[in-house]
């Protein structure tokens, strides 16, 4: 090579290797020195605010900048393309973690996310989502004349939620005849009722039913006591009835297996940035000769199918109803200065026989389905027949 042609192309080197470094540091910034680093973010926020500004002032419309600030996070979070990854505005983040914890101000329904929008799986008693008429099986499409379409179970829940006293219109499609119509209700504080139990007869068998709506914190401690006042009735097994619930904590989903397994492996979780994991069933498990049969359909999901895995690969359980949502990946959340927060994210958690779901969700041995349309449970007397048969 000519030292002339030297002289051009080592320039040109540095120059590319110099504009590949900093896309690179641009998108890796904790790896750099502090000052530099801090140069970068406040470069990104300048640019921000920049953008916002031109838009607060410039655009044909009015816009509501706090609205704008949270849009764009939005769009950060959305860009990762993980349906389970969010930024949640201050109220958002309210409403989530009064869901976590087991109350909400809202209307009184247990919902599963559908392509359409939310479905209902469940109206509470004296709810006003009852007195308004709402019934299982409805679908709602659109929130205050929004449409909730694609969006995320919990994004779509949090526009139902707000303060008691106020009211929500929501759109419906009726469960019998596709139907739509348009339902104002006022929202109340709810207590959600974490534990549903009953005592059901076949075969002249005693069987307790004990239907755990969601992983909230002490739903382990609910559940325990509803088993043991059915065992007291005389049940001589249990149905674990787990549909339509998509998950909550995942120490509550080992504490709920510990009720069943005396020792061993539950779930173990891993991430890029997470160490490996194993979480273990605590003891003081109920009798091991206590037959199980556990109730899952496509609104089993994250904690749901950890119990329902963990009791079927240990030999547990019997799983029955229709194959589980699918979610092999686990969330963390964490707060922000403006006191939203990210639910990210972070990791992926594998059965005791080392699966991880991914999508696939979890095929039950014994089928069954419930038609929303029908006024009856068609999966209910499966699974309590199938228990049935395994009572000595």
Avoid at 156 to 174: D, H, N, Y
Avoid at 327 to 339: T, Y
């Amino acid at each position: 090579m000519s030292p002339r042609a030297r002289h051009i192309l080592l320039p040109l080197a540095c120059t590319f290797v110099a504009l590949l470094a900093g896309l690179w540091l641009g998108g890796h910034p904790r790896i750099l020195p502090d000052g530099v680093r801090t140069a970068f973010v406040e470069e990104e926020r300048a640019l921000r605010a920049e953008v916002i500004d031109a838009v607060e002032n410039d655009f044909i419309r009015e816009v509501d900048v706090e609205r704008l600030q949270d849009a764009s996070l939005k769009g950060m979070i959305s860009s990762l393309d993980d349906r389970f990854s969010h930024y949640f505005s201050p109220s958002e983040a309210q409403r989530f973690q009064q869901s976590v914890e087991g109350r909400f101000e809202g209307v009184g329904m247990r919902i599963e996310e559908v392509r359409q929008g939310l479905q209902v799986v469940s109206v509470f008693d004296g709810a006003p989502a009852k007195r308004a008429g709402i019934r299982q099986g409805a679908i709602v499409t659109a929130v205050d004349g929004r449409s909730i379409a694609g969006e995320s179970a919990e994004i779509a829940t949090a526009r139902i939620k707000g303060r008691p006293g106020t009211s929500v219109q929501l759109t419906l499609i009726e469960p019998s005849g596709g139907a739509r119509r348009t339902v104002k209700v006022e929202r109340e504080r709810i207590e959600v009722p974490t534990v549903e139990a009953k005592l059901e007869t076949v075969d002249k068998k005693k069987l307790g039913v004990v239907a755990l709506v969601t992983f909230s914190s002490g739903a382990h401690g609910e559940l325990g006591k509803a088993i043991e006042r059915l065992r007291a009735q005389g049940a001589q097994g249990i149905v674990l009835d787990l549909r339509g619930n998509g998950g909550g904590l995942l120490q509550e989903a080992v504490l709920v297996s510990s009720l069943f397994l005396e020792d061993g492996v539950v779930v173990s979780t891993d991430g890029r940035s997470r160490e490996r994991r194993t979480f273990t069933a605590e003891g003081d498990a109920l009798d091991p000769s206590l037959p199980v049969t556990v109730l899952v359909d496509g609104g089993s999901a994250s904690a749901s199918e950890i119990v329902a895995g963990a009791l079927r690969d240990r030999g547990r359980a019997t799983l029955v109803g229709a194959k589980t949502f699918g979610k092999g990946v686990f969330q963390e959340v964490e707060p922000l200065s403006n006191g939203g927060a990210l639910d990210l994210t972070v990791g992926r958690y594998y059965l005791p026989s080392g699966e991880n779901i991914g999508d696939r969700g979890i095929t039950p041995s014994v089928p069954a389905r419930d038609d929303p349309r029908t006024g009856r449970d068609e999966a209910l007397p499966v699974a309590l027949r199938t228990l049935a048969g395994k009572v000595r």
